[in-house]
């Protein structure tokens, strides 16, 4: 509901900025109003400038521009009178969604009550915030790898991994850290980050290969790749990879300005 509210507010100024482009266009505009005609398969042009007059100025063909005034004039006119309107079943509209959220009831329970609750209406802000403090499955293995602490407070497994953390950090997105998730057969996985896109909630999994020089390595990341594939996880759906070796750098400005344009 807030992203339908965002974009009645959004059309509400819009309309507003057109009627204060077409009241500034009117104060200056030609006087008077246009009356057209047709002979000979032709438009006609006059211009109306007293109240009663009914035939008005004929205007030449080098006057073409009074006359393009006077109908964008007239234009104008009647859009104003249309955008009020509009404006006001909207806000009216707003009024009518906002006091038919449940943010209300949800805020009246206590926070204990609300963690076990998913309530009709979040806010984006809300909403990443109760999927960061969601429990999840944590990977385990080898604990004693977690050496580099991030920016956040947790520890991460290498360098990289706390250059990303600290990327997703300082940009707000949400993320968790080697979150389990579960594939057909019953098969959990532990991708490096879970991150959240805040604006249509959709979740996004990021793996950082930093051994590709080892074929070893290469062969349990493929297999790693292929059971995501077969899981729905790929590139250019809801998968992020980057990655490390000899001959290709891992350059953390590259990959936030990519991520930024993905997620944000």
């Not at 246009?34 to 004929?58: C, H, M, V």
């Not at 707000?172 to 249509?200: H, M, N, S």
């Not at 297999?223 to 750098?249: F, M, P, Q």
Request: proline content about 2%; some cysteine.
């Amino acid at each position: 509901m807030e992203k339908v509210i965002a974009a009645m507010n959004d059309k509400i100024e819009i309309l507003e900025k057109r009627i204060k482009k077409a009241e500034e266009y009117l104060e200056k505009t030609t006087e008077g109003w246009l009356r057209i005609t047709r002979s000979a398969g032709k438009p006609r042009y006059y211009q109306i400038t007293q109240s009663g007059e009914t035939t008005g100025k004929y205007l030449k063909q080098n006057e073409i521009n009074i006359a393009q005034e006077l109908a964008q004039k007239d234009y104008y006119k009647k859009y104003i009178v249309k955008a009020q309107n509009d404006i006001s079943r909207l806000s009216k509209a707003l009024e009518m969604l906002k006091s038919a959220s449940d943010k209300s009831v949800y805020k009246s329970l206590n926070a204990d009550r609300r963690k076990l609750i998913t309530p009709f209406d979040l806010s984006d802000e809300e909403y990443a915030k109760q999927w960061e403090n969601e429990d999840f499955e944590k990977n385990d293995f080898m604990p004693e790898h977690l050496k580099y602490s991030t920016e956040k407070g947790e520890l991460v497994r290498s360098k990289s991994e706390l250059l990303i953390a600290d990327m997703y950090y300082s940009l707000g997105i949400p993320y968790r850290y080697e979150a389990g998730v579960k594939l057909k057969g019953g098969l959990v996985r532990y991708p490096d980050f879970t991150v959240l896109r805040v604006r249509d909630r959709k979740e996004f999994y990021h793996e950082h290969f930093g051994l590709l020089d080892d074929s070893e390595y290469r062969k349990k990341c493929l297999i790693k790749l292929d059971e995501y594939r077969k899981n729905g996880i790929y590139t250019g759906k809801n998968l992020i990879i980057t990655y490390e070796g000899l001959g290709s750098d891992f350059n953390i400005k590259e990959i936030k300005k990519a991520t930024k344009d993905l997620l944000l």
